[in-house]
């Protein structure tokens, strides 16, 4: 249901995110890498996380009225 595509979506952009925070391109050789770095990000933002979730509840409430 949508809800729980809605948590899953939302895991896997935190998942993104707490990546960032490690050196994960240059684990797999993609610091060099221009599209990698544009899709996958590389600063690691407390925001982003904020903007994720409240995106999510947006979705939800749109939803779900």
Known sequence: ???K???LVLMF???IEFLQLTNFLELLNLQNNHLAKLI???TFRFTDLVAY???IIS???IEYK
């Open 5 to 7: 595509l809605a948590i």
């Open 40 to 42: 996958l990000g590389t």
């Open 53 to 55: 979730t409240l995106g």
């Open 13 to 15: 952009a935190f998942l």
């Open 59 to 61: 979705v939800l409430i």
């Open 1 to 3: 249901d949508a809800f």
